[in-house]
């Protein structure tokens, strides 16, 4: 059912009729029967499968992404300070500059993730302006001379 063209399984497609299968289950839960036995487990499929389905292509997208970031930066250090590349990766500033596009990269994979750090930048400043309306339209007791 699952065989290739080569006669291999397609792992591939195990993994799309799991998931297919599970969403049904999802959909539409019915109770379990003991005759019809589910004996898959995820640790059948090899490792190599899971990587190249899953983390490759993210892989490839976060570095891409990191490539464009840093030489457009890296560009824009040239036209402004006339540094060339080369001479970019030799100093301390174009290595300081490296590891924050990287850490930028990793950090906002999806559009989605800056909702997220907007969110939690509001609710680290929450209380500090919870405190501060406590105190409007009185004197504080540190601001008297």
Known sequence: ???GADGETDWNSVIDAEVRRRKILEDFPEACDEKISVTFDL???PFKVWVTRFHLPEAEKANGRAAMIGFVMAYLVDLVFHVSIADQMDSFL???FLLATLVGTLAIRRNEDL????SLADEATFYDRQWNATWEGVDRPSEKK
């Open 115 to 118: 909702d997220t750090f907007k």
């Open 1 to 3: 059912m699952f065989k």
């Open 94 to 96: 174009g290595k300081a």
């Open 43 to 45: 640790s059948m499929i």
